[in-house]
């Protein structure tokens, strides 16, 4: 299943044509990336093209119900694309042909369509996730009902010893009791550990989904979202489904499962008893209104600062050694005691409530069977029933109260659920980048021309625009330095140009075609970008490299370190390719040391659309020296846009664009003497 397979390519081609998805079948058709898919790489083009699946075992039911056409993958034949067509099923192969149901292997496996792109995303995202486990509805189903049953087993026990080894004087049928008895006990705890397994396994399934699903999302947002949206949601978005795990497999769900199967209970207490059913059944909904009344007042003292303590603790994180350096803590820890203190507060006045309501539910338990015991020795006197009847309904009211008192009492959990399930419901319904009208494929093969046209940008409603009417025009194969004084929009060009932040007026057209009709993945796999501030990953510095180009050689690795200036980076490390970098027990880097493997990255890709933000700042002679040779040795092979205070690097461009407060003050070769801009004068 995880092999390369050539025919998946072509098949995943028919499959969108037949789906009427030709846009995004010819994306795929024309994406150089890929020769041949594995499964993975398979459903992974369907889940970015936004088409709902499933992948399943071959089920004859499946098919039977099939309403879009669906593939067919077996270990031992090629991929096939198929369809229902009334009652009969039908192969693609140049056309619709039938196919014999018989030459599917039992081995083989169906990825099946469940929705497609224009269809929407639905709202209802969580609900969909849990109807797909419906597997699991009937085992447990059944396993509950076992358990329930032979948990009645003890309470008849005991009153069969009572009524009738005691009462009837007939010892010797008390070993076929026990027996029984045993046996039924066997069942039950073999029942409940299945049905923990079961539901272990289920809910874990859920929560990878979940995570998967999240995470996909969260690579394709648009950057403005994700940046105003902030880090701490996002590390809680992808809590939900860790929420979604110790609900579904914790003691609070088995409750509220069994509590639909207390009716055997009720039924068992009927008949041993005939009205007393009735004490159980009013104490039931006692216990119900009074667990509404409590939720709300549980509810009211629900923590409302620890977003905030959250975000507190993240800020922490993140400007540790700031704090530390500055030696000026006095207020921020002024502030984080605040929060702390508040945090436990609300957290304690909310655990006493919650301590209160179970508590008030265990109380409501023991006087259900207390009531019992008094309103059952009546009918014991009358000889109604048995002494041996009124101590199993007593042991029955147990069975009863127990999964109402566990239900009850974790409600806060399934209110948890409940918000994880409106917050993901939120999530998935935010727009993505990828989109049916954003499917074109750059021209690879050479680079390209780019032009701005009154682009203009703001971070926020209220703010400044950090680009403003920029127009520029640049030819493919230039060189082009963006300048200008800090904070007047260069990285924010940089950024549009990539088209991972969008401008609200204005557009960047790459060979005269809006960068929003490209394909975001493609457009950025093809570009090659470098930022100011180094992103590393803890790992070794081959595998910080290759994050550009996984296919690249341990030689093309060293040649564009070195081509970037990293040769002193390189020397440090011993000239090792797998030196740790950025991890434990490694080596810290320098801001500058991280810009080196930045740009190798960027020019590990070989592309020919290049955008470098600030690339050699504060970089030694020598390495300066060699990037100005790679430099040169691309020019007019690949359109460059760089930004720079460095005049040597600047000198190099073949056109320069000075922005001075998000405008373009000039746009043209290097002047003789480069104008002043306003902030200059400032300055
Ligand atoms: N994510 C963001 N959210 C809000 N404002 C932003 C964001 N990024 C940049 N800005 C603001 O937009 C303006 C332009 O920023 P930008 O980083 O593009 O300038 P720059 O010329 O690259 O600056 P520098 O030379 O310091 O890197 C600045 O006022 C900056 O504060």
Redesign the pocket.
Known sequence: MEQQNPDLKPTLISLLQQLGLYSQATNIEQDQRIDSLDVMGFVGLLKKHHIAYSVHRHLPSLVSQAAHPFVLISDHHAPKLLRRHGEQLEQFEQQWQACDPATIGEDAHLIMIERLPQQGSSAKAFAEQVSKRSKWYRPVFWLSLLSSLTGLAVPLFTMAVYDRVIGGQTPEVLPSIALGAALALSILVASRLIRARVMSSASNRMARDLSELTFHRLLNMPLMVL?RVGIANHVARMRNAEKVRTVLSGPAAGGLIDLPFTFIALATITLLSGWLVLVPLLMLLVFYLLMRLMRSYIQSASPKVSGEYQNALNELAKNLTQLKAAGQVDAWTTKFARLCRENSRQNFRYAARNGLMAAVAHALSLSTALVTVFCGIFLVLNQSISAGALIACVMLIWRITGPAQLAFSSTQKFTLLKGAAEQFDRFMQVKTENSELRLDVPDMSCAPSVSFQHLTLR??AE??P?LSAVNAEIDAGEIVAVI??????????LLSALGVIEPQAGYVAINNKNIRQYDPELLRSWAAYCP?EPDLFPGTLAENLRVANPDASDEQLIDALLAAGGQALFSALNEQLDAPIAGDDSAMLSAVEGGYISLARALLKGAQYLLL??PLANRNPDAKRQFIRTLESLRGKATIIF?SHDQELIQLADKVII?DK?TAAYVGPIPSQQPQTNSDTEQ
């Open positions: 940046s971070y926020g703010m400044e950090a200008g004084p800090n904070g007047c929009g260069k990285t924010s060009l100011a933000d600030e930004t922005l998000g």
